[in-house]
């Protein structure tokens, strides 16, 4: 794989050659490879389609999980979740040691304590990380799901980004169950905070408990408005929201 340079941009194929734009820049490449009846039948390539199985299986489990979440995630995340997120699974199904290679599951995986704690502290926007912006400690209730933080002064405890005037918190519980798919996820009531000296104590309490079966989830997303004219608009589209997943049981 090459970068493309100079006067003249373009995107297609040239003759053996492949043009195309990415997040990281005008790449080239040269068309050619293994032929797929090969990849599909030949012995020699065994290892690569238990690779490709399992990195399937890596990806469906990852839109599994956005799709859930959708609704938080839509107000944080970063160009390259997906990928961080198949990254992040690809680590935890090597911890299915009920199946075979190439049937490894990242949902086999997340019944064991290590891919459990692989998941946990997972930042959907990489460019603006829950512990970094509320660094405070706070009380996760994990039969209810209630996310406590005492004794918070905004203007003190809260790292916010540059125009913000105002923040909102909001958290949900989740079970998931990333084999069949199915999941239960509630969600507390949205609390919108201005950016100030008092000392709050925000309490998020998920509106019940989810009854389905699977892992459970507790995630929090902090949101950041800037105030004009008495109307509350998102900062920067929200490239400064924060959604983290606190725990996984």
């Keep these: 794989m090459a970068r493309q340079s100079g006067l003249f941009n373009f995107e297609g194929t040239l003759d053996n050659v492949t043009f195309y734009k990415t997040a990281d820049g005008l790449l080239v490449r040269k068309k050619g490879g293994v032929s797929k009846n090969r990849l599909l039948h030949d012995?020699?390539?065994i290892r690569a389609r238990e690779n490709g199985a399992e990195f399937g299986n890596c990806a469906k489990s990852a839109g599994k999980l956005r799709k859930s979440v959708s609704m938080f995630v839509y107000m944080?995340?970063?160009?390259?979740l997906s990928s961080r997120l198949i990254k992040v699974f690809f680590v935890i199904k090597k911890y299915d040691s009920l199946n075979v290679r190439g049937e490894r599951s990242v949902g086999q995986g997340l019944t064991t304590s290590l891919g459990k704690s692989t998941l946990k502290g997972f930042d959907f926007n990489?460019?603006?990380k829950w512990h970094t912006i509320v660094p405070s400690p706070y009380v996760?209730?994990?039969v209810t799901g209630t996310v406590t933080i005492a004794d918070f002064n905004p203007s003190e405890h809260l790292n916010f980004p540059d125009g913000a005037t105002h923040f909102s918190l909001q958290n949900a519980f989740l079970h998931i169950d990333l084999t069949t798919g199915a999941y239960e996820i509630l969600y507390s009531d949205l609390f919108n905070y201005p950016i100030s000296n008092a000392v709050i104590n925000p309490t998020l309490v998920p509106s019940g408990i989810p009854t389905a079966s699977g892992t459970k989830l507790y995630l929090v997303l902090i949101e950041f408005f800037q105030e004009v004219n008495g109307i509350q608009y998102a900062l920067n589209n929200g490239?400064?929201?924060a959604l983290t997943i606190l725990d996984v049981l």
Aim: charged share 30%; hydrophobic share 40%; glycine share 0%.
């Design 239 to 241: 490239a400064f929201n």
């Design 126 to 128: 990489r460019n603006a």
């Design 140 to 142: 996760l209730d994990t």
């Design 76 to 80: 944080a995340k970063d160009s390259k």
């Design 43 to 45: 012995p020699a390539f």
